[in-house]
């Protein structure tokens, strides 16, 4: 259960945070560093080859062929590669820490409809899982909750820092939406040991489910006329869930519709016309049978499943791979995540992204489905994606191409700070090597 820290919880983090971070980030960030010598990826821009980048005060102060630098450390990465880091959208990373132990699992909430649920309230800065994403030059993720029909709100969360509050990014980026289900179970009833409902019994719940949908974003703006009518000293009951709808209605959050099939997708995007709300599709799996609606009504796309078997049979083995290419040439936005919610594949980012650069998708819009677009659906382009001058200074230096499987991320830079790479895969690869071996 998703759970808000109470205040002397809240108040002992922001004294860690307080006491810790800036210290160090003080100390760390004073210091000018220039990289020179790799091969720079801008992904906004041209790829510069032995090109240098200068950090300054957490951020990108100049980037070039030659830049000037005086005073600046220079850090030699010949032979390697700059990329802007990673971005995991739509994940349980930070709530989830072993799926088979309860104890461990916060991703969701009690109730069908949370607004006032935020997610990044309940990532444990301390997991396991954190750092080994982050060595494989992953730097910043969506904890995404779950549970009901609106689940709550996310942030954009760095994977560096002491507590929640050092990690935080950017706050409420998305409100969850999970569409019901458009299908009905057409088993017929002798085969099913009288479990199957009447078709009609299954519709009429469906409808229901839509209707729940409309009253409640209906009953928000409800509550919004009256608190904006509300005079002051007015004794105003004031109600968390609609506290939490006010930033929704008024087009500063978006709304992230959950949903796989074709039908729900084109019932989403139908509300979401009819209601004038910017939606972002995330899961997608039939997004590619309507390109062509998502595309004209502009609605970005978070496809969660490359690596998913394809769900019938009448499909090519390869229609999930081949999926973001077709979203691509239709003229829609694509960022990747994973295909599962599995904290502990978070690692596996990059490499979904080059499954779908096999199959038809275009090397460099596979980078940016990792970095640049992630950037623009959570609203922080301005900051992360791309290596450009102003922009933080969030970086992963790698030995080969970032999508090829076969390299290996050698430093990170997370807001102008190095941070380390070490993590429990590491040291589990350290101990044993040097295990002795049995006569």
Same mark, same amino acid.
């Given at each position: 259960?998703?759970?808000?820290?109470?205040?002397?919880?809240?108040?002992?983090?922001?004294?860690?945070?307080?006491?810790?971070?800036?210290?160090?980030? *003080?100390?760390?960030?004073?210091?000018?560093?220039?990289?020179?010598?790799?091969?720079?990826?801008?992904?906004?821009?041209?790829?510069?080859?032995? %090109?240098?980048?200068?950090?300054?005060?957490? /951020?990108?102060?100049?980037?070039?062929?030659?830049?000037?630098?005086?005073?600046?450390?220079?850090?030699?990465?010949? %032979? #390697?590669?700059?990329?802007? =880091?990673?971005?995991?959208?739509?994940?349980?990373? =930070?709530?989830?820490?072993?799926?088979?132990?309860? +104890?461990?699992?916060?991703?969701?909430?009690?109730?069908?409809?949370?607004?006032?649920?935020?997610?990044?309230?309940?990532?444990?800065?301390?997991?396991? @899982?954190?750092?080994?994403?982050?060595?494989?030059?992953?730097?910043?993720?969506?904890?995404?909750?779950?549970?009901?029909?609106?689940?709550?709100?996310?942030?954009?969360? +760095?994977?560096? &820092?002491?507590?929640?509050?050092?990690? #935080?990014?950017?706050?409420?980026?998305?409100?969850?939406?999970?569409?019901?289900?458009?299908?009905?179970?057409?088993?017929?009833?002798?085969?099913?040991?009288?479990?199957?409902?009447?078709?009609?019994?299954?519709?009429?719940? $469906?409808?229901?489910?839509?209707?729940?949908?409309?009253?409640?974003?209906?009953?928000?703006?409800?509550?919004?006329?009256? $608190?904006?009518?509300?005079?002051?000293?007015?004794?105003?009951?004031?109600?968390?869930?609609?506290?939490?709808?006010?930033?929704?209605?008024? &087009?500063?959050?978006?709304?992230?519709?959950?949903?796989?099939? *074709?039908?729900?997708?084109?019932?989403?995007?139908?509300?979401?016309?009819?209601?004038?709300?910017?939606?972002?599709?995330?899961?997608?799996?039939?997004?590619?049978?309507?390109? =062509?609606?998502? *595309?004209?009504?502009?609605?970005?796309?978070?496809?969660?499943?490359?690596?998913?078997?394809?769900?019938?049979?009448?499909?090519?083995?390869?229609?999930?791979?081949?999926?973001?290419?077709?979203?691509?040439?239709? &003229?829609?936005?694509?960022?990747?995540?994973?295909?599962?919610?599995?904290?502990? @594949?978070?690692?596996?980012?990059?490499?979904?992204?080059?499954? *779908?650069?096999?199959?038809?998708?275009?090397?460099?819009?596979?980078? /940016?489905?990792?970095?640049?677009?992630?950037?623009?659906?959570?609203?922080?382009?301005?900051?992360?994606?791309?290596?450009?001058? %102003?922009?933080?200074?969030? @970086?992963?230096?790698?030995? =080969?191409?970032?999508?090829?499987?076969?390299?290996?991320?050698?430093?990170?830079?997370?807001?102008?700070?190095?941070?380390?790479?070490?993590?429990?895969?590491?040291?589990?690869?350290?101990?044993?090597?040097?295990?002795? /071996?049995?006569?």
């Amino acid at each position: 259960m998703l759970i808000e820290c109470n205040s002397a919880l809240r108040s002992c983090a922001l004294a860690a945070s307080l006491l810790f971070s800036p210290l160090n980030s *003080a100390v760390v960030r004073a210091e000018s560093v220039l990289l020179t010598g790799a091969t720079v990826h801008t992904v906004s821009g041209e790829t510069i080859s032995a %090109g240098q980048v200068l950090i300054k005060d957490g /951020k990108i102060s100049a980037v070039g062929k030659t830049v000037s630098a005086t005073g600046a450390k220079a850090v030699d990465l010949a %032979g #390697l590669h700059v990329y802007p =880091g990673m971005i995991a959208l739509n994940t349980d990373l =930070g709530l989830v820490e072993i799926g088979a132990v309860r +104890a461990t699992r916060d991703q969701s909430e009690v109730g069908e409809f949370t607004p006032e649920v935020q997610s990044w309230l309940a990532v444990n800065p301390d997991s396991e @899982l954190l750092p080994v994403a982050r060595a494989n030059g992953v730097a910043c993720f969506q904890p995404t909750p779950q549970g009901g029909v609106i689940a709550g709100q996310s942030a954009l969360v +760095a994977l560096d &820092g002491w507590t929640i509050e050092d990690m #935080l990014v950017k706050p409420a980026i998305a409100l969850h939406v999970y569409w019901p289900s458009a299908g009905l179970d057409v088993t017929p009833r002798e085969q099913s040991r009288g479990r199957t409902r009447p078709l009609e019994e299954q519709d009429k719940e $469906r409808r229901a489910r839509l209707k729940e949908i409309d009253d409640f974003f209906q009953e928000a703006r409800a509550y919004a006329k009256a $608190r904006e009518a509300a005079k002051e000293g007015d004794n105003f009951l004031r109600v968390p869930s609609w506290e939490a709808m006010l930033p929704v209605l008024r &087009g500063e959050v978006p709304i992230t519709v959950h949903a796989d099939d *074709a039908r729900q997708i084109r019932a989403a995007v139908s509300w979401a016309e009819t209601n004038r709300f910017k939606i972002v599709l995330a899961e997608a799996r039939d997004a590619w049978k309507v390109a =062509g609606l998502l *595309a004209s009504n502009t609605v970005p796309v978070i496809y969660n499943h490359v690596f998913t078997q394809p769900p019938r049979d009448t499909e090519n083995y390869d229609v999930q791979f081949a999926a973001p290419a077709a979203l691509w040439k239709a &003229g829609v936005k694509v960022a990747i995540g994973l295909s599962s919610y599995r904290a502990s @594949l978070a690692k596996n980012l990059p490499y979904e992204a080059a499954q *779908a650069a096999a199959f038809g998708l275009p090397a460099d819009e596979a980078l /940016k489905t990792i970095t640049l677009y992630p950037a623009q659906i959570a609203g922080v382009a301005e900051r992360l994606g791309s290596i450009e001058t %102003g922009k933080d200074a969030t @970086l992963v230096v790698t030995d =080969g191409d970032i999508l090829d499987i076969r390299s290996n991320v050698k430093r990170m830079w997370i807001a102008g700070r190095e941070v380390s790479l070490d993590n429990r895969h590491t040291r589990l690869y350290e101990k044993y090597k040097s295990r002795p /071996k049995s006569r």
